[in-house]
């Protein structure tokens, strides 16, 4: 019986493990530069989370402004029930409330104290929360942080939601249209940009506001 030695054991030589090597490192290379790409055209989600933080927090400032037909600073205010200048309207015509922020004597700068002052017009998108230099202010206009939000925007859009049959149960119905007198459904669209050049990301956010205390006043 004839017993065959053990083969010998052979290893990688030099020349193969310089090849092995350039391999990988082309191959982690390549790996590096897909997931390089992906993470830049992928929204962060922090900086989202932030976005969205935002926009709910600007949202709710505007639907919780007064909706009067006359500024609340008019002394007709509590009992104006159109927007016209008279015994049921405002006391003159700077304190009637359309879209647009009035200039009056005791007028109150952001929070705004109606919806309709955060913009100058229907459908438009206004920076309605930033400060002089562009940034995005709390309420006291004091810029949020301009190091971890550096980049963010901030807009609020105004748009009237046309009725049309009237709405609400008999007796209490409501009739919404551009007009100054029957403007009482608003949709309030608030965006926040965040990023940079082409990618921008952004968070939209609507709300509605009705007029369901018009009367309503400090």
Do not use: W
Request: with cysteine; net charge negative.
């Amino acid at each position: 019986m004839s017993i065959k030695p053990p083969s010998r054991q052979r290893g990688l030589s030099l020349i193969e493990l310089i090849i092995f090597m350039v391999v990988m490192g082309i191959a982690a290379a390549v790996l590096l530069q897909v997931m390089n790409l992906a993470s830049k055209n992928s929204a962060d989600p922090v900086r989202r989370k932030q976005a969205l933080l935002l926009a709910e927090a600007l949202l709710e400032e505007v639907e919780l402004a007064r909706f009067t037909y006359c500024d609340p600073t008019d002394p007709q205010a509590a009992t104006a029930t159109v927007t016209t200048v008279g015994p049921t309207g405002c006391s003159d015509a700077a304190h009637v409330e359309l879209i647009n922020q009035e200039v009056v004597p005791g007028a109150v700068g952001r929070p705004y104290d109606n919806v309709s002052d955060y913009a100058s017009a229907l459908g438009v998108a206004q920076q309605s929360f930033n400060d002089a230099s562009g940034n995005i202010a709390d309420i006291n206009g004091v810029a949020i942080d301009t190091v971890h939000l550096a980049g963010y925007k901030a807009t609020v859009t105004l748009n009237v939601v046309p009725a049309v049959s009237p709405l609400g149960p008999t007796g209490f119905t409501i009739t919404s249209d551009g007009t100054a007198a029957n403007m009482n459904v608003l949709r309030i669209t608030v965006q926040v940009t965040y990023g940079g050049g082409s990618a921008n990301e952004t968070v939209t956010l609507d709300g509605y506001r009705t007029r369901y205390a018009p009367r309503s006043v400090p």
